[in-house]
């Protein structure tokens, strides 16, 4: 293993508190309630981090995150701050930033295509029932078995009228196939085309691995994902989250132990994610961030209370930062002793008691040491951060997106040729066959369903970089992680 990176001090208490770069794949939580620190805290990391040379990814929920591509350092706070800590002052620092936005208008694109996201990220943010998501299911086997790419809303809508108009020949194989949950999933296509969600499926697709870049100076890119007006559909936004984690997790390699990590994914309002969420849902994320750690990814939580998330995702996350809970009620005040008690005691003070003193900006830190052990949790004041607190005009933002060297590669959407056209050219030729062929169709060992739907295949079989005879493999939340000859 290559000589481990120097720790890294971003708060101050009886004693610094460091945070050490090869344990920061170990995964890490940011607590406290609304207005204690978390976003400044979460600022202060990815400046860390990006120094490091390590690239980070984090949502801005508010819009006041766009700042860190600038300097600061002469806010009021931050300079009382500094004072307070005893530093000679703050270092005025920008950071290399890439602005992404599932709309396209605040950042770089950020699409996907059905195929690569799958049924059961796509069932939810549809929003489906069991039954429904079963048959959406269906129909993307019945895609994936022939090779058939889903590449956007129109194709996946082509596809399940075309299940429904061919149920009956597809029932053998595939079991019933009901014409109201297929009503019900276009209905729900219908409605998030409507609210622009037909933006986020197309090509070209996100390349996950273009998080991972760093700067001339070696500085690692921090990756600001504008969802300020997507957390007005707090379901779609956790799910797409979850699908950037999945395309993490299925296309980087193991990496081992490595002296940093390779990128930091922050995911804020994490609570979100676990709202309503099926137990073998549940089941498949607690997997994902047990093992992603081994791809050199390290995944940092932001949520009020660390019991919004469940016992299996909260044993894993090993450096923790709790900004103030506050105990008006006596639920509140249950919250506050679970909370305190998922940190290791420190003999100086008691933790319940101090959890609910802060002060905006100070926190109960828990971090790792080198050995992989918690340390004795540290009341301490976080660090100021060297970028500039205020967010950026729209034409600074502009800029920063225009001048981007990945603006080139997604800027244009692109539109091939796949199964609505496919499916459309053959609804077609059927059309014009005589009569007397329709009645009495050819004997063949196929189905009409697998004649028109292999002829379909060859051309999204191409698109997926493979030829006819391979069948497309899924990964643990559903997504597209290769293909494997049948």
Known sequence: MPDAAEPVPFAQGTQTVYLLPGMANRHGLIAGSTGTGKTTTLRVLAENFSTLGV??????????????SKPGGDNTKVVERAAELGLPGVLPDGYPVTFWDVYGESGLPVRTTVSE?????LSRILDLSDIQADVLTVIFKIADDQ????????DLQSMARYCSDHAKDLKSRYGNISPSSIGSIQRSLLNLEQQGGDRFFGEPALNVHDFCKTDAAGRGMINVFTADRLMQSPKIYATLLLWLLSELFEKFPEAGDLPKPKLVFFFDEAHLLFQDTPKMLEERIVQVVRLIRSKGIGVYFVTQNPLDLPDDVLGQLGNRVHHALRAFTPKDQKNVKGAAQTLRPNPAFDTVTAITELRIGEALISMLDAKGSPAPVERALVYPPHSRMTPLTSEERALIIRNSPLSGAYANVTDRESAYEQLKIKAEQSQKLPEETIKKPPKSSKSASDDILGSAAKSAARTIGSQLGRQILRGVLGSLSGTKRK
């Not at 996201?117 to 990220?121: H, N, R, T």
């Not at 090779?147 to 129109?154: A, Q, R, S, V």
């Open 55 to 68: 690239p980070v990814f984090m949502a801005d929920i508010k819009g006041d995150l766009s700042g860190l």
């Open 117 to 121: 996201m799958g049924p059961l990220l």
């Open 147 to 154: 090779g058939l790419l889903l590449l956007d809303i129109k």
